[in-house]
T-cell receptor, first 116, second 115 residues
Framework: ETGVTQTPRHLVMGMTNKKSLKCEQH?????MYWYKQSAKKPLELMFV???????ENNSVPSRFSPECPNSSHLFLHLHTLQPEDSALYLC???????????????FGPGTRLTVL | AQSVAQPEDQVNVAEGNPLTVKCTYS??????LFWYVQYPNRGLQFLLK??????LVKGSYGFEAEFNKSQTSFHLKKPSALVSDSALYFC?????????????FGTGTRLLVSP
């Protein structure tokens, strides 16, 4: 799992805190993704960045704010979260062949977020 | 819109026996199908994918999957299960249309291999 790294691995925050999740990919990919994984629910795609441009925002509340400064790094800024936002947040990357859809996504280990 | 169904929340199998984890899908175009595995406190690890070609796809750790277009299925199989195969398995599908098509995941199947 050294291909995609995520920090921190665990995060506990209060509803009024501001924190950020970091993802870094070492695979030379040009697309990066944020997913939310909650118990008993399918993975939810949150954001997609392709060539550093945000190409997808799956109706995510504004308390989640993504940032992609370059093709290797992806951040998820968090503020005024709710307890129901507690979940495992996964980052992934892929080599996007221009929307061909065949590209495999490779995932990081995730950040386990708990909102008190 | 594409969708995936994994009908079993859990599959139990004895070590050494063959295992099957079921997946059915729905897409409007040609399906691109993936299997991932997740171990505790880890991210998803790619196992195998079907894009085109042979219906039987071989992947990592001795796993294989069979694409069946008429039954819209992509079941994951392994001839002889290991205790270390115990994990959460996710099937995913993407519509092979043009433009951005998101990857849609099933709810996962927990595989428990007993010694």
């Amino acid at each position: 799992e050294t291909g995609v790294t995520q920090t921190p691995r665990h995060l506990v925050m209060g509803m009024t805190n501001k924190k950020s999740l970091k993802c870094e990919q070492h695979l030379g990919h040009n697309a990066m993704y944020w997913y939310k994984q909650s118990a008993k629910k399918p993975l939810e795609l949150m954001f997609v960045y392709n060539f550093k441009e945000q190409t997808e925002n799956n109706s995510v509340p504004s308390r989640f704010s993504p940032e992609c400064p370059n093709s290797s790094h992806l951040f998820l800024h968090l503020h005024t979260l709710q307890p129901e936002d507690s979940a495992l947040y996964l980052c992934a990357s892929s080599q996007d062949g221009g929307g061909a859809g065949t590209d495999t996504q490779y995932f990081g280990p995730g950040t386990r977020l708990t909102v008190l | 819109a594409q969708s995936v169904a994994q009908p079993e929340d859990q599959v139990n199998v004895a070590e050494g026996n063959p295992l099957t984890v079921k997946c059915t899908y729905s897409v409007s175009g040609n399906p691109y199908l993936f299997w991932y595995v997740q171990y505790p406190n880890r991210g998803l690890q790619f196992l195998l994918k079907y894009i085109t070609g042979d219906n039987l796809v071989k992947g990592s750790y001795g796993f294989e999957a069979e694409f069946n277009k008429s039954q819209t299925s992509f079941h994951l199989k392994k001839p002889s299960a290991l205790v270390s195969d115990s994990a959460l398995y996710f099937c995913a599908v993407r519509d092979g249309g043009t433009g951005f098509q998101k990857l849609v995941f099933g709810t996962g199947t927990r595989l428990l291999v007993s010694p």
